[in-house]
């Protein structure tokens, strides 16, 4: 399905009359070669977000609701510790992607939450430290609201998942798909870590 994303203020946005085809998976390819680029720019040395990335890198990842301290912190977990990997860091964009070209039509919240109103560490939600916390971080992420300096799927995050048994990108769906019903998303991991 081909939509034409209205802008509020055209002026704002280099998104101006583009026509996004929600069906296509041509940025797969694009997003794959610009992140092994990215890891391999890291490898060599350039582990600085602002340097590592063109304008013309920059528009495309807008165009995907996605930033650069946000690629570059999978591509530094990725190079350091191996996770998530680049079919996970794909799986968890294109849900972002999709929630941002048709819940946010395209336009980039005019907010980004302040890290110190997150849940801690410690804070616990049905017996589990970093529940809270996760959530929090995936409805942000969602909205693309993260802070620079908190990243979804970030070490933290992935030994809370392992633990219950989720993969990020599944979490990041099943709170897309709970909206404000926390309770879904606490039965669903409950559930999912006594299997």
Known sequence: MTTTVQLKDPTESFM???IVNNES???VESFRT???NKAAMYKNGIQNPTAMFSNEEKDFLRSIGATTQEIFDFVEDWCDDGEPNPAMIVA???????YFLNQQQGQFSKFVRNTDLFPPRDASLAGLEWFPRIIEKAKAK????LPSDLMYSCGGDRRFLKKVRVNPDEFLQVVRDAGDDVDHII????DRSKT
């Open 142 to 145: 969602l909205q693309g609201e």
């Open 92 to 98: 968890i964009t294109q849900i972002r992607r999709d």
């Open 187 to 190: 039965q669903f991991v409950t």
């Open 16 to 18: 101006e009359n583009q």
């Open 25 to 27: 998976e041509g940025w």
């Open 34 to 36: 610009l992140f092994d």
